[in-house]
């Protein structure tokens, strides 16, 4: 069980815009702490896609957005892409565990 | 340009031990934390073991806490990480990860990751 809680799987027609939501409790988003979300095909290197909640790296589209409220975060993607089937994961911090923490994923499929 | 390259996988048997090293070059290795994570067959990104810039703070997964030990010599720009009795569940991809806040004690996000390597641990 992952300390964030995350949807297994979404799907979207290319050009559709889909979310991910992201749920923590009080000892990690809920506390404060940054949520950062990555892209990922499995047995390549993953991708930081948002960082600090709404961040995105240099030559990271601005159709990935980012957004967190109370206790929850959520990664935005508009305009769906054939290449943007992969896995997505949000991570952050847990004081209770003293470490850093990811979501479960959720497996994207464009349709 | 930055770039992370780990060895030292391959078939263990349970209960034997494996030391992984992540070479790290193009960038000031001694500025900033590291990561190792890994990802099992089939699971989620499941963070093993962090350590700050100065290796004044360590920490690790309960699930790897008393069996793995994460190291770094920043004359050497390497990362390591020593495993010791492995179990069938350690068998995952594992990847070397650099923390973007340079100079900090504090674990943040990881910005560049590695290609990862293959650890499976079967009799």
């Known amino acids: 069980q992952s300390v964030l809680t995350q949807p297994p799987s979404v799907s979207g027609a290319p050009g559709q815009r889909v979310t991910i939501s992201c749920t923590g409790s009080s000892s990690n988003i809920g506390a404060g702490y940054d949520v950062h979300w990555y892209q990922h095909l499995p047995g390549t290197a993953p991708k930081l896609l948002i960082y600090g909640d709404y961040n995105r790296p240099s030559g990271v589209p601005d159709r990935f957005s980012g957004s967190k409220s109370g206790t929850s975060a959520s990664l935005a993607i508009s305009g769906l892409q054939a290449e943007d089937e992969a896995d997505y994961y949000c991570?952050?911090?847990?004081?209770?565990?003293?470490?850093?923490?990811f979501g479960g994923g959720t497996k994207l499929t464009v349709l | 340009e930055v770039q992370l390259v780990e060895s030292g996988g391959g078939l263990v048997q349970p209960g034997r031990s494996l030391r992984l090293s992540c070479a790290a070059s193009?960038?000031?290795?001694?500025?900033?934390?590291m990561h190792w994570v890994r990802q099992a067959p089939g699971k989620a990104l499941e963070w093993v073991s962090g350590i700050s810039w100065k290796s004044g703070r360590i920490g690790y997964a309960d699930s790897v806490k008393g069996r793995f030990t994460i190291s770094r010599d920043n004359a050497k720009n390497s990362l390591y990480l020593q495993m010791i009795s492995l179990r069938p569940e350690d068998t995952a991809f594992y990847y070397c990860?650099?923390?973007?806040?340079?100079?900090?004690?504090?674990?943040?996000?990881?910005?560049?990751w590695g290609q990862g390597i293959l650890v499976t641990v079967s009799s």
């Open positions: 991570q952050s911090y847990d004081n209770n565990l003293s470490g850093v923490v």
């Open positions: 193009g960038f000031t290795f001694d500025d900033y934390p």
């Open positions: 990860a650099r923390d973007m806040n340079p100079y900090t004690s504090g674990w943040y996000v990881l910005d560049y």
